[in-house]
């Protein structure tokens, strides 16, 4: 059973940059899908990124936020620059393998000045 973690989050200013980390309990190998979610206050769970073939964003975050692969620390990272208040909220990380899903507790993450 893989554990996820999550961490980076925090108080950041309009215009600022985090870095997210979703750390796995053990070596993910073989293929699998990696997709970081946001759920704003109130609102539903979207996908801002995910790893297949190929990477994927949300339209809202393309060319603020890069997603990677889980490196040697089996970690993986979501790098999120020009930070807007609309962004605030949780930041999960989801895992999919071809026999298992596992999801993160999540970070939070508040744009304020």
């Known amino acids: 059973q893989v554990q996820l973690v999550e961490s980076g989050g925090g108080l950041v200013q309009p215009g600022g940059s985090l870095k997210l980390s979703c750390s796995a309990s053990?070596?993910?190998?073989?293929?699998?899908?990696l997709t970081w979610y946001h759920q704003a206050p109130g609102k539903q769970r979207e996908m801002v990124a995910i790893i297949t073939s190929a990477l994927q964003y949300k339209e809202s975050v393309r060319g603020r936020f890069t997603i990677s692969t889980f490196n040697t620390q089996n970690t993986a990272l979501l790098q999120i620059n020009s930070l807007r208040t609309e962004d605030s909220g949780d930041y999960l990380c989801?895992?999919?393998?071809?026999?298992?899903?596992?999801w993160g507790q999540g970070t939070q993450v508040t744009v304020s000045s």
């Open positions: 989801h895992l999919k393998t071809p026999t298992a899903d596992y």
């Open positions: 053990e070596t993910i190998s073989g293929a699998y899908y």
